[in-house]
């Protein structure tokens, strides 16, 4: 299949693993962190840990939206969603994610109307298809997601759809890698910058980290060659002792970012003072808000919202491993109260989060000798 | 809605309530009581007997529609379990208001698929609902079937060793059903493969039948929850080989845009089955040679071995491996 196939190519992936092998200094343990949950997922997906030596450690990121979103957040949202005639719109991603009184699915079970949707324009066509009833789209994600909650927005407003509105968790990435390489119990050597984030930013606004905080970051792709060349471009950097943010992902990511998407979510969102990050804590100006232009459909201003705060189950230790300072299995409930089907913490929740991969395509070989993990 | 989903949360059902409640060792003699189809002895012979309903929306699909899945679901089940399908019974449960026509489609699709198989649909039950207290329309189809002669399956009887093979391409059926929703802004030229695969298995079992293991038609839930309740029932692991996989490239195509993993996605006219190491190249052959081209592509995907315990390993070209769980949750509700 096109542009899947060529960069699955084992052959080229042997090279390339080859070359990181030749590039890793043997004395030396290397810990990257990927930042992007998409990362985290490919990662597990095509085993990449069995082609890269002992002393690569890749640790997972806080770039999964539906990991880092407070508990509370859920339970404001599906408390509008509970308020008569209002319909609750989110993206698949959402469904599993429990809430102090259950997840978005288990409302849906017990008859509210829960609705998945593939983007915030489905969620505007359900308003524009069912004037009696009000539809709120719970907005998650990054940059990534952020520009089509933004025109989404700028269509409502200009066509006057009244009975549609935002629940509006999109945050920025940014601040949380300053978060993490603010931690004082975090050791990183480089970044694996997240690639479709990198499509709406660009590759500037990580310079910084490269700059002040003297660590690589490469921009990288989600295909197994492109994580691959990725740690090739970062090991070259560290062996020549440069650090600089450099772009894989050229086919995909344009170093000033895309102008008409930055335009559209400066035009909708302004930054909120501070929110909540499950795991990291506050962060001051790490996410969005309607600006008081949208606010007629804002679903915070329109519903009066809680704004409920949910600790996280005590024996639950999201936070470590968001941070990447503990494994997904050295977290206590890993695999015995917290899995996939019955996820205690949101990085079980996710097939982006680094527990549910962690979980699903990791746990049951660790114990594996490697002579059995290739075709007979 | 986890429950009906095929994965893990309808393997805790079927093993927490329906089986210490129903299951009688008395009437039931199938020694793996948890096959496709169960086995009661009538008289001085044994008879395959199973149950299934459809609730699939949309009715119509492109490759098929309710009313053949719901003829060629109860007999592919019976077929994997050794059986030559023989009789239908079959439920309707209506929807007050369903237009007569499309209740008249689907019972002509029906005795299509029937009599396609060499089945006989011989009875059946119709009730009609109030309006909303149903989607339209529900088929229950409930078929017997005779245990082939020489077939003997049982996960327990998979050994480290053993071959695993394919009928065909994988994930035609879910995706398909995905697309016909209208949901998402995707097209493509795929049709289910709703079919039955009794002349493949009569194939199968006529060349290899005492290095005849196991089979399963993987639906709901895909070929990777099949294995996995393989590999739970017996212990073992199962090594599958990614390239060796067949799927289409539509089908390759709408999980990665997804996220979906064709392992995961269901299939109606496909089945795995699991053969003696030496019998696995007879086993191909005679896929292969079924009239028609039906088995053409069907494939050897992996094997059987000791380790991981309980867990089915897929193996990438280039040396990657991953653990893949049963379905958890549903992607794709209402799809058979």
């Known amino acids: 299949m096109k542009y899947v196939d060529e960069f699955r190519d084992p052959e080229v992936i042997g090279r390339t693993a080859e070359e990181i092998r030749r590039l890793a200094d043997p004395g030396r343990h290397y810990r990257l962190m990927e930042v992007c949950g998409g990362h985290t997922h490919a990662i597990y997906r095509f085993g990449l840990k069995d082609v890269l030596p002992p002393n690569i450690e ?26 008569p005639l ?70 409502a407003k200009a066509d006057g759809v009244k009975n549609f509105s935002v629940f509006c968790n999109h945050v920025t990435i940014i601040p949380a890698i300053r978060a993490i390489l603010d931690s004082p119990d975090m050791r990183l050597d480089g970044f694996i910058g997240p690639g479709h984030v990198s499509t709406v930013i660009g590759c500037r606004p990580y310079e910084w980290i490269a700059r002040d905080e003297g660590k690589p970051i490469v921009v990288s792709g989600f295909e197994p060659l492109d994580l691959l060349q990725s740690i090739v471009m970062l090991l070259r950097q560290m062996r020549e002792g440069r650090a600089v943010v450099e772009n894989q992902y050229k086919r995909v990511v344009p170093w000033e970012g895309n102008r008409a998407a930055l335009a559209a979510m400066a035009e909708v969102f302004d930054l909120r003072p501070y929110f909540e990050w499950r795991g990291l804590g506050f962060i001051s100006q790490s996410a969005l808000r309607l600006r008081d232009e949208y606010a007629p459909w804002d679903a915070e201003r329109v519903f009066s919202v809680a704004g409920v705060r949910v600790t996280d189950p005590k024996a639950a230790q999201c936070g470590e491993v968001l941070k990447g300072v503990l494994k997904p299995a050295q977290c206590k409930l890993f695999g015995k109260e917290c899995t996939p089907e019955h996820p205690v913490g949101a990085l079980m929740v996710s097939s982006e989060g680094s527990c549910a991969a962690y979980y699903n395509y990791e746990h049951r070989k660790a114990a594996l000798p490697l002579k059995i993990l290739t075709p007979a | ?53 459809f609730v699939v929306t949309p009715l119509v699909f492109p490759g098929g529609s309710i009313g053949e899945l719901a003829v060629n679901g109860t007999i592919n089940d019976l077929a994997v379990s050794g059986s030559r399908p023989v009789a239908l019974v079959t439920t309707f449960v209506l929807e007050a ?81 995905l697309l016909a929703r209208g949901e998402l802004d995707l097209e493509a030229e795929l049709v289910s493969d709703t079919r039955s695969v ?56 709408a999980c990665e845009l997804l996220g979906l993993d064709p392992l995961h996605i269901a299939n109606e006219g496909q089945f795995l089955a699991v053969v003696a190491p030496d019998q696995a190249d007879a086993a191909l052959a005679a896929l292969r040679a079924v009239p028609g081209g039906e088995g053409a592509g069907a494939v050897l995907v992996g094997e059987v071995r000791e380790e991981p315990a309980a867990a089915v390993l897929v193996t990438t070209r280039y040396g990657g491996s991953r653990i893949v769980d049963m379905l958890v949750g549903d992607p794709l509700p209402r799809i058979c």
């Open chain 1, 58 to 83: 890749l640790i997972h990121g806080p770039g999964c939206p539906v990991c880092v979103l407070p508990m509370g957040r859920i339970d404001d949202g599906l408390a509008v969603a509970r308020q």
């Open chain 1, 86 to 155: 209002v319909t609750f719109a989110a993206f698949g991603d959402m469904m599993r994610v429990p809430g102090a009184h259950g997840s978005p699915l288990e409302h849906k079970a017990k008859g509210l109307d829960v609705r998945i949707v593939y983007s915030p324009t489905d969620a505007l066509k359900l308003a524009r298809a069912n004037r009696d009833r009000h539809v709120m789209f719970f907005a998650i994600g990054f940059e990534t997601t952020a520009p089509s909650t933004a025109l989404t927005l700028m269509r």
């Open chain 2, 198 to 253: 009794f002349p493949l298995v009569e194939a199968l079992v006529a060349a290899v039948a005492p290095g005849l293991r196991w089979m399963r038609d993987p639906t709901r839930g895909g070929v990777a929850t099949s294995l996995n309740e393989l590999a739970l029932d017996s212990g073992v692991g199962i090594h599958l080989f990614e390239e060796a996989i067949p799927v289409r490239d539509e089908v390759r195509g």
């Open chain 2, 97 to 177: 208001g369903l237009p007569t026509e499309t209740l008249a489609a689907e019972v002509r699709a029906m005795g299509r698929a029937a009599r396609a198989a060499g089945v006989a649909i011989v009875g059946g039950d119709t009730k009609v609902v109030e309006h909303g207290k149903t989607d339209r329309l529900y088929i229950t189809t409930t078929g017997i079937g005779q245990p082939l002669p020489g077939v003997s399956l049982s996960a327990r009887s998979v050994r480290p060793g053993d071959k695993v093979l394919l009928s065909g391409p994988i994930g035609d059926h879910g995706i398909t059903i």
């Open chain 2, 1 to 53: 809605m986890a429950h009906g989903a095929g994965g893990k949360a309808t393997r805790r059902l079927v093993d927490g309530l329906f089986v210490p409640l129903l299951y009688d060792a008395q009437i039931g003699s199938e020694p793996d009581r948890l096959s496709d189809a169960a086995r009661v002895a009538v008289g001085h012979s044994d008879v395959a007997i199973t149950t299934d309903s």
